[in-house]
């Protein structure tokens, strides 16, 4: 009986620093950007945007404007790994055929202020997609870009604000049950404290939807996405790329289909 009760309150001590930690095991904020210079090389321009609801100062994000009044603009949400100054060669693909990108700076990241967590990143998403509009881009030329874990978020500002267009990168479909999926051996979906549900969203969404997933990718799997893309409403489209994982998504050259996407969004947003 001692070694139950002993084993039991393991199990419990185990659960309890899971819940305390798990913010540390899914997020890895890089602190430290590039130089304003190297930013300045791929085009890009650092940017303080204030939101006060996570606290006083300014997110440092990355803005290049559009080429032109008619081209696409795009809110991009990156990874739980690195920071903004590590896509910027993902960045330039985007923008190569004129479109402007704001890389969104989330808190905890690039020395950014505030916690990183599901509502500093919704608060975060809300504030970027102000400043947009607040500086003359309109709803029906935003774009709306998730990668990974940035897929949560996107997905939460596409169904709480008009946009031309939706973009995930090897998304979730619920991120407190993916974790049951990962630790079956603790009630995970009891003690997550982000939960990032984009199933419960993604139906409520009238942009059209761009999904990209790689078949072999072991960390979300590409099931995730797969339920994710049969609820969402038309117009729809699926890339599944073979021999392709996490994150070597971006070796498979989808910088002009998704470039094609972004145009063909804007178009159709201002028929």
């Known amino acids: ?10 199990y419990c001590i185990i659960v309890l ?42 997110m440092t994000s990355y803005w290049r404007p559009p080429a032109d009044p008619t081209k696409p603009v795009i809110i991009h949400f990156h990874g739980n790994a690195g920071n903004i100054g590590s ?13 402007g990108l704001l890389a969104m700076g989330y808190p905890a990241y690039g020395g950014n202020i505030g916690d990183a967590n599901e509502q500093n990143f919704y608060a975060d998403a809300q ?9 003359g881009i309109a709803p029906d030329r935003i774009v709306v870009y998730g990668e990974s874990i940035g897929t949560g978020p996107a997905t939460w500002l596409a169904s709480q604000q008009k946009v031309a267009g939706l ?5 979730y479909a619920a991120f407190d049950e ?8 603790v009630p995970a979906k009891l003690i997550a404290r982000d939960r990032y549900r984009s199933i419960d969203r993604i139906a409520n969404i009238a942009a059209p939807l761009l999904w990209i997933h790689g078949e072999e990718d072991t960390l979300i799997p590409i099931s995730e996405g797969q339920r994710l893309f049969d609820v969402a409403k038309s117009p729809k489209r699926a890339v599944k790329l073979i ?29």
């Open 1 to 10: 009986m001692h070694i139950v009760i002993a084993l039991v309150a393991l």
């Open 167 to 171: 973009v995930l990168e090897a998304p």
């Open 87 to 99: 896509r910027l060669p993902v960045y330039k693909q985007l923008t190569q055929d004129g479109a």
């Open 243 to 271: 021999d392709t994982g996490h994150n070597d998504i971006w070796r498979n050259d989808i910088g002009p289909l998704v470039r094609q996407s972004l145009e063909g969004y804007v178009k159709t947003a201002g028929e």
């Open 127 to 135: 504030a970027h997609y102000a400043w947009l509009i607040s500086h």
């Open 178 to 185: 993916l974790l049951a999926q990962k630790a079956p051996f």
């Open 17 to 58: 620093a899971l819940w305390a930690m798990q913010r540390s095991l899914f997020y890895y904020p890089d602190p430290n950007l590039p130089s304003s210079a190297e930013v300045e090389q791929f085009g890009f321009a650092p940017l303080g945007i204030s939101v006060p609801d996570i606290g006083d100062g300014e």
